[in-house]
């Protein structure tokens, strides 16, 4: 089962006045991961009660006493609470920022739509780049470009790998912005 | 009123950063000096007419990220350029002595910062992580998802978690959008002003597109103009401080990031400590010893969910070479 997206263009979602996140029992966490699986008991190999997507808000319980990567969590879908495990990795602290793009009329986008429209990915401005002639360093812009590059060719999958390494939250290709590997 | 007063008198602070915000209000001219008199008659500037009540939604509608990214660029490189510049070889001169490893640089802050923006409230924006070629220990911010530390902040760390805490803390600027919301107010005064036909110097004769989000296309936007808007945001930056309240806040998100990636947050707090006493440099910035209070506080709020806090070393592609 798939549930729906949340509802971007009807919802949106404050960030002012954020207070201390104390994690407790029942305290909200948000989905960050496309297609999470939402396993039916506390083991990787665990089968899924549902897929839950990015921005979905879940209902913290407790972590797994048998595997401190798994999460207890509560998500209500289909008019009904459903109980489940999620990775770690997929939990988000905050709901995300809503996303607006000029052809939205100021309407907030789904994050994913966002991350496809290449918006996101675009390079520096002609507004930084004119700004940047006449000040100390005359090849900023290109400099910026070259961070821009190179920014935009990490690649997720490697860096999973990495972090999974060190012992790091896994970062995988389901939230790679539109594009990356 | 109050609220519109503390915002106009901070319209001009624009980046997000460490060392910056609250600014040079004067630009604005006479119209926001009449303005800020109406505020203190008790009446708001914005509510005296249709139009300006529409320009003062711009505060809080959303902002396209055409136009985020577009500002965010701009002050980037005027900030960049007031600490040396990047320590990075222009795209197409890559075969510079020294290139491979700025490049090899930066790309470890970003695989860093990329690890903590997925957990951030903004995961899908691109997010540009750079060197700045200054020994000053520091770290920059700028809407659009532009993330920069100085080399000398690159020397100060001493492990991945504690670089990590530094870009969580900018990530959290951006992703709470501080210094966006700064810019907005100084855009929704120059929406009255256009809306007002007030020729005074504060007005730079801006052309709003009269879409629902009041675009503004700032590349198109003249040098003199561009000038104008950007110079006094950029100064500001690299000599005042954002205020204390966003500083707590972003510290919170920081530290929410750090946990949900699986660093150890009391890196960050060590690195904290290590810092400089404030109140001579930036005034507006909360002293290290609170910052690593409310810290501890954040992280100790998060014990129940016994996540993992690793402290890996730091990728020697960080190191610079003696100069």
């Known amino acids: 089962m798939t549930l729906p ?7 949106l979602v404050p960030l002012v006045g954020l207070a201390a996140l104390a994690v407790q029992t029942g305290q909200s966490l948000y989905i960050r991961a496309k297609d999470t699986k939402l396993l039916k008991d506390d083991s990787l190999t665990a089968a899924p009660a549902g897929l839950l997507q990015p921005g979905t808000e879940v209902k913290w319980q407790a972590v797994s006493s048998r595997n401190k990567l798994l999460h207890h969590v509560k998500v209500t879908f289909g008019g009904q609470e459903h109980d489940g495990w999620v990775l770690q990795g997929n939990l988000a602290p905050r709901p995300p920022v809503p996303e607006y793009l000029k052809s939205g009329e100021g ?10 429209s290449g918006a996101a990915t675009k390079a520096l401005d002609e507004a930084g780049t004119a700004y940047a002639k006449g000040l100390s360093q005359p090849d900023l812009a290109q400099r910026f470009e070259a961070a821009e590059r190179i920014s935009r060719a990490v690649d997720v999958r490697r860096l999973a790998q990495r972090n999974a390494g060190l012992g790091l939250a896994s970062v995988d290709a389901a939230v790679a912005k539109g594009g990356r590997k | ?14 980046l997000s950063t460490c060392a910056s915000l609250q600014a040079a209000t004067k630009d604005l001219g006479a119209s926001f000096d009449r303005g800020v008199a109406d505020t203190k008659k008790g009446l708001d500037p914005f509510e005296q007419s249709v139009a300006g009540r529409k320009c003062k939604a711009i505060q809080d509608a959303g902002l396209a990220w055409e136009e985020e990214h577009a500002v965010g660029g701009a002050i980037a490189v005027g900030v960049a350029s007031k600490n040396g510049g990047l320590s990075l070889a222009p795209l197409g ?7 491979q490893a700025d490049d090899q640089r930066t790309l470890y802050l970003a695989e860093v910062g990329t690890t903590l923006a997925a957990f951030s409230p903004r995961p899908t924006i691109s997010w540009t992580f750079a060197v700045l070629d200054s020994d000053q220990v520091n770290a920059y911010s700028a809407p659009g998802g532009y993330v920069m530390v100085t080399r000398g902040l690159l020397a100060l760390v001493e492990n991945e978690a504690q670089l990590a805490g530094v870009l969580a803390h900018e990530l959290a600027h951006v992703s709470l959008q501080h210094a966006l919301h700064q810019y907005k107010v100084t855009k929704s005064w120059q929406c009255l002003m ?3 036909k007030d020729a005074s110097v504060g007005n730079l004769g801006l052309n ?9 296309d700032v590349n198109k936007l003249t040098a003199d103009a561009q000038a104008k808007l950007f110079n006094p945001l950029v100064d500001a930056i690299v000599s005042k ?15 929410d990031l750090l946990v949900s990636a699986g660093y150890d947050v009391r890196e960050y707090e060590k690195l904290l400590g290590k810092l400089p006493s404030t109140g001579k440099v930036w005034p507006n910035h909360p002293e290290p010893a609170a910052r690593v209070q409310k810290v501890e506080e954040e992280r100790q709020a998060w014990a129940a969910f016994g996540a993992t806090a690793v402290v890996p070393p730091l990728d020697p592609r960080a190191k610079f070479s003696p100069r």
């Open chain 2, 208 to 216: 709003f597109s009269g879409t629902k989000l009041e675009f503004l």
């Open chain 1, 107 to 116: 309407l907030a986008v789904d994050p994913q739509v966002f991350a496809s």
């Open chain 2, 1 to 14: 009123v109050k609220r519109l007063l503390l915002g106009s008198l901070t319209a001009l602070g624009l």
């Open chain 2, 194 to 196: 256009t809306a007002t």
């Open chain 2, 93 to 99: 001169s890559e075969a510079r002595p020294g290139a």
């Open chain 1, 5 to 11: 997206r949340p509802r971007w263009l009807l919802v």
């Open chain 2, 241 to 255: 401080g954002f205020a204390q309240a966003d500083e707590f806040e972003a510290d919170a998100l920081a530290t």
